[in-house]
Each structure stands twice: as C-alpha cells, then as structure tokens.
Nanobody
Framework: QVQLVESGGGLVQAGGSLRLSCAASGRTFASLAMGWVRQAPGKEREFVAAISRSGSSTYYADSVKGRFTISRDTAKNMVYLQMNSLKPEDTAVYYC???????????????WGQGTQVTVSS
C-alpha cells in the first residue's frame, strides 16, 4: 500500500508561481512512477504530468508544457510540481498519483492522494 499526501496549494494571481509537493510512504518509492492529475469544478480529471521511476523521463499535457515541471527526490520520497506562469484555467484540485507503470493518463493510477486546491485569480 502507498500513502500520498499533497501540500503547497493555495491562491495565487495569474502569472504567479506555486510548487506542489507530494510525500509518499509505504511501498518503495523508487519502484513507482509518479504523476499529477487535476480536476476543475464540473470537469473531468485531466492529466498534468508524470515522471518515470528513475526520473529520467517525463510526460506533460500540452496545456502545461513549458510552464510546469515535475521532479522527484528519491532520497526524500517526494515528488514536486513547479508551476510557473499560472493562468486562471489552471484552477483545480491537484492530485498526486502513483503507479508501477509510467504512462500518460488521467485515470488508472494505482494510488491517489487526497488533493490540494490551486486557485489562480485573474
């Protein structure tokens, strides 16, 4: 079993930055690919980014490419999402997710965190 706890969400003005963190415990962190998925009110979950077990490969949604960066620190069992140049349309609950497979997708992740709210004001 894997437990994921997100932090770092909040309210920010358009153009600003936030860094989300996700602390993982339980199963060996190095055996897991990690990802971020978001869900805006009234919308389906949307894939944001994923990072492979080694950290050498990443996927990004087109909507965040060039603005968001996913990274991981295996020594600390942490994964991060650095979000720059934020836009009002980035407003959503952001979920940390984990899986033994590395893939691009908003569902089918084995493990999920509880989510952290990100609100971008215009």
């Amino acid at each position: 079993q894997v437990q994921l706890v997100e932090s770092g969400g909040g309210l920010v003005q358009a153009g600003g930055s936030l860094r989300l963190s996700c602390a993982a415990s339980g199963r060996t962190f190095a055996s897991l690919a990690m990802g971020w998925v978001r869900q805006a009110p009234g919308k389906e979950r949307e894939f944001v980014a994923a990072i492979s077990r080694s950290g050498s490969s990443t996927y990004y949604a087109d909507s965040v490419k060039g603005r968001f960066t996913i990274s991981r620190d295996t020594a600390k069992n942490m994964v991060y999402l650095q979000m720059n140049s934020l836009k009002p349309e980035d407003t959503a609950v952001y979920y940390c997710a984990a899986d033994k497979f590395f893939f691009y997708g908003a569902s089918n992740w084995d493990y999920w965190g509880q989510g952290t709210q990100v609100t971008v004001s215009s």
